[in-house]
């Protein structure tokens, strides 16, 4: 079902995120083509599509790591265009990437330590806490080499970590990628109580049916452009279309 009735108040009224027209080229070939979106505050919107529609490209494109050649990206009411990666992080932009990108050599609570850099380590012990409440799992495991847990526990723990950065928008890359339905769920159920008194959250995933269970809306990329958009409910009147769209039966 739909979650949009249930946003908190405020939430829905407020664009944090406005994405105009972009256009994101390699070499010769444009992998975003006019693409344009919007995310507001208090939302789980989801980006959904078959591989190689540009749903990662999108992503890198929003944190600055392959800048638009054309189009505008606007948040929390500046531009960020053409703005740098670390300019954007401390703008509260923050990116969860595809494959989680722990440091295995390093336990749990080192990892979770390096999202404290970015705030110059401000509230350290209190916001460690935070993250251990939502991740009991990490706390049980905090002197663990990050690269012995199970695909689920680093998930977890990027994402852990990329709230230490105090995000106002996180965005998280693949989040589906190698992990059980069970553990997806969770996670996903995670992000949604997450998007409802912040940070407002941002997901990249094939998972159609895990997606639109849990977000507030839906953007489905087709060959680098918007193919489809609207809320779980309007877009399962017409399952056949979603999945045309995705590769799926």
Known sequence: MSHTEN??????????????????????????????????????VAILGANGAGKTTLLRALSGLLPPHAGKITFNGVDTTSAAPHQIARSGM???????????????????DLGMVLH????????????????PILKARTAAMAGMLSGGEQQMLSIARSLLCRPKLLMVDELSLGLSPKITIE????????????????????????????????????????????????????PGLLGAYLGQA
């Open 7 to 44: 946003l908190h108040p405020g939430a829905g009224s407020e664009i944090l995120l406005d994405v105009s027209s972009i256009r994101v080229a390699r070499g010769e070939v444009d992998t975003l083509r006019d693409v344009s979106l919007t995310v507001r505050s208090g939302e789980l």
């Open 120 to 135: 110059g380590w401000r509230g350290r012990a209190q916001e460690i806490d935070q993250v251990y409440a939502l991740f």
């Open 187 to 238: 996670l996903m159920a995670l992000l949604e109580r997450i998007s409802r008194t912040g940070p407002t959250v941002l997901i990249v995933e094939q998972n159609a049916q895990q997606a639109l269970q849990f977000a507030d809306r839906i953007y489905v990329l087709a060959q680098g452009k918007v193919a489809l958009t609207g809320t779980p409910d309007e877009l399962r009147q017409d």
């Open 94 to 112: 923050i990116h969860v990437p595809e494959g989680r990108g722990v440091l295995p050599e390093l336990t749990v609570r080192e990892n979770l």
